[in-house]
């Protein structure tokens, strides 16, 4: 069986202490540039329906074919990166998908639009996967949530940049000339990591990460049948579920329900992806400081999870506050989301051996997807029947609260997992 215990958190050797967070910042970088490639179509939609008619529906589509690759290379990006190692394997998700970011440049009807989406979810589904490589490789435990804390920050750095560059580069140049530059922007990150990167397993040896222990590679059937990792699978399922119709969906529902234009979505629409920077970093460094401070690691985690998962219903009462209190209110939800989002990337470094973490970050990075995928089809089919977004506020603000509670009830002690050689697989 996996026999779950608590063993005491490894430090670092001094000698690697410098170049970590230099590694850290790098996979920043690469996450802010994918954030910026998936927003490229939600805040061009208004100007390239203009070339290709898209309905409610049809943007649906488009979000729901880059969520279902995202979900499935998700996984098989996580098990790439376990196969092929960090190095490598980030290099080639992030030529994959600068490509199909570029792709879309070319479009001249619904279905390549489509097809070019497909093929971005099949390259930013390892991005994750990667980051939380990287920081069970260079990061010590007792500061890996502030790590993850900054690399979700990258979110909000694409995000934020996205709305008021892709309107300038909209007035000056047109829609097409957004998606190659940003796919011009993922092949320089690309080259920048296979000069600067380098592995560190020699350094911290895997014995330090599992507890002093030697272990055994898991396998894929036997990381599936944890129960610790289907219940962090069903909360990411379900808070990613309101994430991306917030993600995907806030350009368009101020185009459509508040009468903004190009010019006044590049204005106010970065200030909630703002918030959603300040965020990450704000849970991860808490809860990395009360792991300092003496709590547990599991009090540690579920203590800002709890936090941030209460504030999500705020956005119930969007639709019915003047438009300055909805940025408001979206800027709180997406504060909290990445607060939340950061932490629950941060635990399969903190529980699982390095053999392990790529596949299993990947399993709940594939719950997230599949959550935004299936509801985001949803949004659509609803606001085309007549719904209207406020049901879909009040439906997405219980999801977080509904997540922490399958953490909470069945997801057990978050601590790092002892696994012997003679005992059989067993779920807790």
């Known amino acids: 069986m996996i026999e779950v215990s608590e063993v005491q958190h490894g430090e670092i050797p001094a000698k690697v202490d410098r170049p970590r967070w230099y590694f850290v910042m790098l996979v920043t970088a690469a996450i802010a540039i994918s954030y910026f490639d998936r927003q490229t179509l939600p805040v061009a939609i208004s100007t390239i329906q203009r070339n290709i008619p898209i309905s409610n529906q049809e943007f649906s589509y488009l979000q729901t074919a880059f969520l279902l690759a995202y979900a499935a290379l998700y996984v098989l990006g996580g098990r790439l990166l376990d196969q092929l190692g960090t190095r ?167 185009y459509d329900a508040r009468g903004f234009d190009i010019k006044h979505v590049s204005y106010y629409a970065w200030i909630p992806y703002a918030a959603s920077g300040v965020g990450s970093f704000l849970g991860g460094w808490f809860s990395s400081r009360l792991l300092q401070s003496g709590h547990s690691l599991d009090r540690s985690r579920k203590i800002v999870l709890g936090l941030s998962a209460l504030f999500m219903p705020v956005v119930m009462m969007v639709p019915f506050v003047p438009v300055q209190v909805s940025i408001l209110l979206f800027s709180i939800a997406f504060f909290c989301q990445q607060s939340w989002s950061g932490l629950i990337m941060t635990i399969p470094a903190d529980m699982y051996p390095l053999s392990a973490v790529g596949t299993v970050s990947g399993l709940v990075g594939f719950g997230g997807a599949m959550g935004g995928a299936i509801f985001g089809v949803v949004a659509g089919y609803l606001l085309e029947h007549g719904f209207g977004y406020p049901t879909l506020f009040v439906l997405f603000g219980t999801f977080h609260l509904i997540g922490f509670a399958a953490i909470v009830l069945l997801g057990g002690k978050i601590h790092p997992l002892r696994i012997h050689h003679t005992m059989e697989i067993e779920s807790h």
């Open 88 to 254: 490598r394997g980030f290099l080639l998700i992030m030529l994959w998908w600068s490509a199909a970011c570029a792709l879309h440049g070319l479009a001249s009807g619904f279905m390549l639009l489509l097809l070019s989406r497909f093929l971005l979810g099949m390259g930013e589904g390892g991005a994750f996967p990667a980051a939380v490589r990287v920081v069970s490789e260079w990061v010590a435990p007792k500061d890996r949530s502030t790590a993850m804390g900054i690399i979700n920050a990258g979110t909000a750095v694409g995000s934020v940049i996205a709305p008021p560059l892709i309107g300038v580069i909209l007035i000056q140049s047109g829609w097409r000339t957004v998606f190659i530059a940003a796919g011009g922007a993922g092949l320089l990150w690309a080259l920048w990591w296979w000069i600067s990167y380098r592995p560190n397993t020699n350094n911290i040896p895997s014995k330090m990460l599992e507890g002093q222990e030697p272990v055994r590679t898991l396998t894929f059937k036997e990381i599936v049948g944890l129960r610790n990792v289907q219940a962090l699978v069903f909360a990411k399922f379900m808070s990613d579920s309101a994430w991306y119709f917030l993600l995907f969906w806030l350009p368009k529902y101020l």
